[in-house]
């Protein structure tokens, strides 16, 4: 750990994380900005010396220090096992059976220490019939019903990249699992494993739109809802620059100071009742030429400090300059690389980035002396390529 750097609140907790790509890393990336020590065992054969003391460039790794290890050598188990004894949790992203038949699945774990939180990042899940299959982000969005609902009218579904499935399903879910899970060992409760799929992530976080259908206040085609862009005052306008204003007026008293800032509606138009889905494709018009008589930041400087909900779509290399983000230090600065700050926020164990993200093996050495690994056996391990 980083002295001189805020702890965290999960300064003390040791996390090993089985390399991997996507949802699991975002994990164990969320429990290192919240003070976890998190040890990543990359492969063996990935280590590369001369990149050691250079930031690595997937900040998705940031915060972890990393050994190399084989995990198919009986050396490579040991030393796993060796960690998983020191430790308060792991995070797998393998298929269904993979770490078991590795030898350090969560029976070999708990053998070693009961208390253990295992938590394992799939897809599918840990069963089902789909389990055994490879899949990724868009499938399972398409399973959860969750993709049929996101585009426009009349128009294919549009994959949300991969922040819905991969991240919000997936990452984060696996992160607050294995901090709930942690939470129950500290009341005495036994080390358990934590099955985090995506499929059922992605349909927890659609909870409201199952409710809205429910009672009546959601249709089924997408592109026609309240919040699905079927709104004209929930959508997006292009500007006279081409860019674009995020639009998000949804209840009356926000709507009406829209009104008023705008002046809406530019003659001849008119300003038909919006609380008639039947009048939406004609107040969309209008609204869609009343912004293009403006460019992104000039309706930004009108609307943004104000309760009309408008704000400018910023590109991705905008947003960190933003005043309020700024402001915030929404994004920071570690060893010369702006990315996004640690999220949420502490008062009394604030969080930070603590480590840049590390090469395949940098902490080899360091990880091992400190789970009790002399040098001479160190060596041994080297020669048998079983660590890297």
């Not at 460039?57 to 915060?63: C, E, H, I, T, Y």
């Not at 607050?176 to 995506?198: F, P």
């Not at 690994?373 to 160190?378: K, L």
Request: hydrophobic share 45%.
């Amino acid at each position: 750990m980083t002295a001189d750097l805020p702890a965290g609140p999960l300064a003390g907790v040791r996390v090993i994380e089985l390399a991997g790509i996507g949802p699991a890393p975002f994990a164990a990336m969320m429990l290192a900005d919240l003070g976890a020590d998190v040890i990543r065992v990359d492969r063996a054969t990935d280590v590369d010396a001369s990149a050691f003391g250079t930031p690595h460039p997937d900040l998705l790794n940031r915060g972890r220090r990393s050994i190399g290890v084989d995990l198919k050598s009986a050396g490579g188990r040991e030393v796993v096992l060796a960690l998983v004894d020191g430790a308060d949790a792991l995070i797998e992203g393998f298929r269904p059976g993979v770490t078991e038949r590795l030898g350090v699945g969560p029976a070999d774990c708990h053998a070693v220490n009961p208390r253990l939180v295992y938590g394992r990042m799939t897809g599918w899940g840990q069963d089902g019939p789909s389990a055994p299959y490879a899949g990724h982000d868009i499938d399972y969005l398409a399973l959860t019903g969750a993709l049929h609902g996101i585009g426009r009218a009349g128009q294919p579904p549009v994959p949300p990249m991969n922040l819905l499935g991969d991240f919000g399903g997936g990452g984060m879910m696996l992160a607050l699992g294995v901090v709930s899970a942690l939470y129950a060992v500290g009341g005495g409760a036994a080390g358990q494993v934590v099955d985090a799929a995506i499929v059922d992530g992605v349909a927890v976080l659609s909870t409201q739109i199952h409710a809205l259908r429910r009672l009546g206040m959601w249709q089924e085609p997408r592109g026609v809802n309240l919040l699905d862009g079927g709104a004209p005052f929930y959508d997006t306008y292009e500007c006279a620059d081409g860019r674009y204003v995020a639009v998000g007026a949804l209840e009356p008293r926000f709507y009406d100071e829209l009104v008023r800032r705008t002046g809406f509606p530019l003659p001849p138009d008119d300003a038909p009742d919006r609380t008639d889905p039947a009048n939406w494709p004609a107040l969309r018009t209008a609204w869609a030429r009343l912004f293009r008589t403006r460019s992104r930041d000039e309706w930004a400087a009108l609307l943004t400090a104000s309760d009309a909900c408008v704000a400018p779509v910023l590109e991705w290399r905008e947003a960190p300059e933003h005043p309020h983000l700024a402001m915030r230090d929404t994004f920071v600065v570690r060893d010369g690389v702006i990315q996004p700050a640690p999220a949420p926020r502490f008062s009394g164990t604030p969080t930070s980035v603590r480590r840049p993200p590390p090469w395949p093996g940098e902490h080899t050495d360091e990880v091992l002396a400190e789970a009790g690994y002399r040098p001479d056996q160190v060596i041994d391990l080297r020669a048998a390529a079983a660590v890297g």
